[in-house]
Each structure stands twice: as C-alpha cells, then as structure tokens.
C-alpha cells in the first residue's frame, strides 16, 4: 500500500519513493539491523560475552542478510548512510579502546567493508540475468544503453568481473562487450571464482586507497605487504585461516586485536598519543614500544610461549603477515594466541599490583 505521508509505497519489501532515492527503505533498514545487533550484542563488551567468532557468525547469519536484501537495487547511493553502524559494528566486535585501523581490522576479522560486498551482489544477480533466458538478457542488454549512473556502475561491476575471468593483469584496459556471445558464457561462475574475485576487488581497493595517502602510516606499510602477501599466495579468507577458531573467550579476543592493529593503551605509543605519558613498555620501561616489542623482544616477560612464537616466526618485522595469511595447522596462528594470552595475563597482575599500591596509600 501507499504510505501517504512519505510518498512510498512497498514492492517486494523494498520501500520505493517517489524520486526513486529509496532513502526512507535505507533509513528503515538502518534502523531494523541496529535494533537486531543490539539485541545480540546487549550482555557483550571488551571482557565478556560473545567472542569474535559468535559475533562475525550472527553478522553473517541475521545482520548482513537482512541489510544486504535487494542491495543492487538501493544500496549504492544510500551507502553513507550506514557508514556509522558499520563502524559501531567493527567498534563492538574488536572490542577496541580507539578507532582501530580499518582495513586491517577487516581482513582480520574477514569481513569486507559493504562497498565490496555490494559490488560482488551485484555481480552475482546481474551474471544470473545475463545467463538465465532471452527476456532478462535482453532487459540487461537494454539498460546497457540507459545513462543512468546507477545502472553504468552496476553494470560496470559485472564488465569488470568477465574482463578478470578472461585476464586479470589487464583488468583496467579490457573492453567487454555484453552483445557477444562469448563474453556472455564468461559470466558463468563457480562459487570458488566469486571467492576469488571478491579477494581481488578487496584487495585492490585497499592498494588503491593506501597508495593515495601521501604520507602513509607505518600500518598502512604493512598493510600493503600483508596485502602483496597474500595476493603472491592466492590467499583466500576462509574459516581455514580464521583466526578466532581456536575457542578463545571475549577478553582474549579483544586482546588478541589488541596485538594486531595496536591502538590500545597497554601500549605505550598509544599512551603517548591518548594520554600524554611517555611511550614506555609496561614491564621494561624501554622506549618505543610496541605490539612487537612486547611479543618477541621484550625480556622481562619471556617465558616458553615467547620461545615458541619465535620460534614459529621467520621474520620478527612481518610476524603478522604470516599470523593472518597462515593455516590454523601450521601452528603459527596458536603460538601467537598463547604468546598474548600470556602477556594479558601479566597485563593484569601489573593492574592489580598497582591498585594494591594506591589502596596501601589510602590506608
């Protein structure tokens, strides 16, 4: 039916408005997801609650595929409209203190920003189209001729996902042309190709929006070389080199992102930044420290899980390209989780050390 005081009326559950900006059906889902995650998060902070592994889980299963319903169709021009939800989103599941680095936190946590997963919708429902039966192909092909922007670009994704099946190292200078019949049989795709070229389109707009930062961060760095890495391997992100399946707990988890994107005040840099204190490691109190200091030169808190990260890693400066780009059996991945584990643990006898100090003062 038609609501009358917004002009709308539903299709398919999708709310059209009268310019067609289906801003109100964005604002609607908006508010429906954030109602939903609330309730799932509601007994979950930085210690207790769901870990990471039954949080990306819950997104998937009940979030994503209600937000990400009929995509193609409203989301692209409404996508800053759920920039913020999607940033309390990552924010509740790291479990950060501050705003952690991005993309690194994604990959991390093997969810693709909604840009990506919007483009690769897209591709899937338009390669349907483009192989299911003369009428919808010749409604695909119709609309190639349309000037609307939105269409340009939905159809652009589709162009660029035949232009990576025929050669991706040249996927910028290819031209596809959708009449021909042998570009069409090219939009055919296996499960595996969609995983492969999500990782490509991923990756490559993490490359291009890092190498427009002039000057980049010292994790914008490694983020390039994680990202080199992996492309070098073929990595795909899967539950095989997941980090959160090893049954750790909230608390741990919140530690264990702690270690890897390092904007947390049990490291002295960000204490520098946040608070004004000088940037000290908490058990040595040498300068500079650091996720790395801490995990493998540190002296004051080796113990045999330092001996047996170390030992896993064949280059301290990029111990965590091969955390994150690892198989969960080649060990690596666990000899990293045990090493923070640790730390954690001595991070909290400091803490209580302390608030026995300044109870004594009271006293």
Same mark, same amino acid.
């Given at each position: 039916?038609?609501?009358?005081?917004?002009?709308?009326?539903?299709?398919?559950?999708?709310?059209?408005?009268?310019?067609?900006?289906?801003?109100?059906?964005?604002?609607?889902?908006?508010?429906?997801?954030?109602?939903? $995650?609330?309730?799932?998060?509601?007994?979950?902070?930085?210690?207790?609650?769901?870990?990471?592994?039954?949080?990306?889980?819950?997104?998937?299963?009940?979030?994503?595929?209600?937000?990400?319903?009929?995509?193609?169709? $409203?989301?692209?021009?409404?996508?800053?409209?759920?920039?913020?939800?999607?940033?309390?989103?990552?924010?509740?599941?790291?479990?950060?203190?501050?705003?952690?680095?991005?993309?690194?936190?994604?990959i991390t946590l093997h969810l693709p920003p909604l840009e990506v997963q919007l483009e690769i919708l897209t591709v899937k429902f338009l390669a349907k189209c483009l192989t299911a039966n003369d009428y919808m192909k010749s409604i695909l092909l119709q609309a190639?001729?349309?000037?609307?922007?939105?269409?340009?670009?939905?159809?652009?994704?589709?162009?660029?996902?035949?232009? $990576?099946?025929?050669?991706?190292?040249?996927?910028?200078?290819?031209?596809?042309?959708?009449?021909?019949?042998?570009?069409?049989?090219?939009?055919?795709?296996?499960?595996?190709?969609?995983?492969?070229?999500?990782?490509?389109?991923?990756?490559?707009?993490?490359?291009?929006?890092?190498?427009?930062?002039?000057?980049?961060?010292?994790?914008?760095?490694?983020?390039?070389?994680?990202?080199?890495?992996?492309?070098?391997?073929?990595?795909?992100?899967?539950?095989?080199?997941?980090?959160?399946?090893?049954?750790?707990?909230?608390?741990?988890?919140?530690?264990?992102?702690?270690?890897?994107?390092?904007?947390?005040?049990?490291?002295?840099?960000?204490?520098?930044?946040?608070?004004?204190?000088?940037?000290?490691?908490?058990?040595?109190?040498?300068?500079?420290?650091?996720?790395?200091?801490?995990?493998?030169?540190?002296?004051?808190?080796?113990?045999?899980?330092?001996?047996?990260?170390?030992?896993?890693?064949?280059?301290?400066?990029?111990?965590?390209?091969?955390?994150?780009?690892?198989?969960?059996?080649?060990?690596?991945?666990?000899?990293?989780?045990?090493?923070?584990?640790?730390?954690?643990?001595?991070?909290?006898?400091?803490?209580?050390?302390?608030?026995?100090?300044?109870?004594?003062?009271?006293?």
């Amino acid at each position: 039916g038609i609501n009358a005081e917004y002009g709308s009326t539903k299709v398919l559950g999708i709310t059209l408005d009268e310019d067609l900006s289906f801003q109100f059906h964005a604002i609607r889902k908006l508010n429906e997801c954030r109602k939903k $995650w609330g309730l799932i998060t509601k007994s979950t902070n930085r210690n207790h609650g769901l870990n990471v592994k039954s949080l990306t889980t819950l997104l998937k299963a009940v979030i994503l595929t209600k937000l990400m319903y009929g995509a193609p169709l $409203w989301l692209g021009g409404n996508l800053d409209i759920l920039k913020g939800f999607w940033n309390s989103i990552i924010m509740k599941i790291t479990g950060a203190m501050f705003n952690p680095h991005r993309d690194l936190t994604e990959i991390t946590l093997h969810l693709p920003p909604l840009e990506v997963q919007l483009e690769i919708l897209t591709v899937k429902f338009l390669a349907k189209c483009l192989t299911a039966n003369d009428y919808m192909k010749s409604i695909l092909l119709q609309a190639e001729g349309s000037l609307q922007k939105q269409l340009q670009d939905q159809l652009s994704a589709l162009k660029k996902f035949i232009a $990576w099946k025929k050669d991706s190292a040249r996927i910028r200078s290819r031209q596809v042309d959708l009449l021909e019949p042998s570009e069409q049989v090219l939009a055919i795709y296996s499960k595996t190709e969609i995983k492969e070229f999500k990782m490509f389109t991923w990756t490559q707009r993490i490359i291009n929006r890092t190498q427009l930062k002039k000057p980049g961060s010292e994790t914008d760095e490694m983020v390039l070389k994680l990202i080199t890495s992996m492309q070098n391997q073929n990595l795909i992100l899967d539950k095989n080199n997941f980090l959160f399946n090893h049954g750790t707990t909230k608390a741990e988890d919140s530690y264990i992102l702690d270690y890897i994107h390092g904007n947390s005040l049990i490291f002295g840099k960000t204490r520098a930044t946040h608070l004004d204190e000088e940037n000290k490691c908490y058990f040595c109190q040498e300068k500079y420290d650091s996720q790395q200091h801490q995990l493998l030169d540190c002296k004051e808190v080796e113990d045999n899980s330092h001996r047996e990260f170390e030992s896993c890693i064949r280059d301290k400066k990029n111990y965590l390209l091969e955390v994150l780009s690892s198989d969960r059996k080649e060990g690596k991945q666990t000899a990293f989780i045990e090493r923070v584990k640790f730390l954690k643990g001595q991070h909290e006898f400091l803490i209580e050390e302390k608030q026995k100090k300044s109870e004594l003062r009271l006293y």
